[in-house]
Each structure stands twice: as structure tokens, then as C-alpha cells.
């Protein structure tokens, strides 16, 4: 296993972003189209906040949850906007950062993505915890 290696061998570069001015409609279409759970919220390319399903499917009565097949009672979109939904000033790590980070701060967390920002605040891309587990599976 290398000792040093960077966060960026793991995550995901371009991901799918929201923007601060999108709505709670535009999310779930993201998040079924791209079958994704965490969505960065931007704006001018900073990373502003983060949105899971589990916030969205919190806001509203789900049937059943599966990840890539919810159902959301849409009409609780109008109860709310997206700043009132996501979790603003996510946690970031530098994309500096070697794995090693990344495992220690989900160590001790209670999320599981984390924005990969560069010196600037501006995000580069997001690396999960599902992103972790694939690279030490493929260490063995």
C-alpha cells in the first residue's frame, strides 16, 4: 500500500454541482440522473455547502428508500430553498491532502463525502467514503 498518496488518485474530479440559485427540484433530478448522493453546492466555483439525499428525503415523507428510485412528495419543495436545506461550510480537504487524511477525518465523522477544494476555496472535486473503501479493496 503506498504511504503517500494523494487525494486525488481517489476522488472524483469534475463532479456534479449545484448551484446556490438551483432548487430542491433540480437536486433530485441530479441525484437520480447521475445516481450520485452527495451534490458540492457552488457559487463562482467555491464551495459553499453540500447536499445529500438524506437531506432531501429528511424534508419530506419517503415510502421506501432507495437510493437510485425515491420518491420525494415534490410539494414540500416550495416549503424550502436549498440554503435552508444544505449543510453550509461543509468540512473540505486540501487537495494536498493524501488519503491517509481523508480516512482519519471519516474516522471520526458523521458525513461521508468531503469537498476537495483547492488553496483558493474553489472545488476541484469530492471524495466519499465509498471512494475510500474502493481503493483499500483494491490494495488487497
Known amino acids: 500500500m503506498k504511504k503517500r498518496e494523494s487525494v486525488r488518485h481517489i476522488m472524483a474530479d469534475n463532479p456534479v454541482v449545484l448551484h446556490l440559485n438551483d432548487g430542491l427540484g433540480q437536486a433530485e433530478k441530479l441525484f ?5 448522493r452527495h451534490l458540492p453546492v457552488v457559487s463562482c ?18 415510502d421506501s428508500y432507495d437510493p437510485h428510485d425515491f420518491t420525494i412528495d415534490t410539494s414540500v419543495y416550495s416549503l424550502f430553498t436549498l ?56 490494495q488487497y
Open 45 to 62: 466555483a467555491k464551495i459553499v455547502g453540500i447536499l445529500s439525499m438524506t437531506d432531501l428525503a429528511r424534508i419530506s415523507f419517503v
Open 83 to 138: 440554503e435552508q436545506i444544505m449543510v453550509r461550510n461543509p468540512k473540505c480537504i486540501p487537495d494536498t491532502a493524501i488519503i491517509k487524511e481523508v480516512a482519519e477525518i471519516f474516522l471520526h465523522a458523521d458525513f461521508h463525502a468531503l469537498p476537495v477544494v483547492d488553496s483558493k476555496n474553489n472545488l476541484q472535486g469530492i471524495v466519499t467514503t465509498t471512494d475510500l473503501i474502493k481503493y483499500l479493496l483494491e
Open 32 to 36: 437520480k440522473k447521475h445516481r450520485v
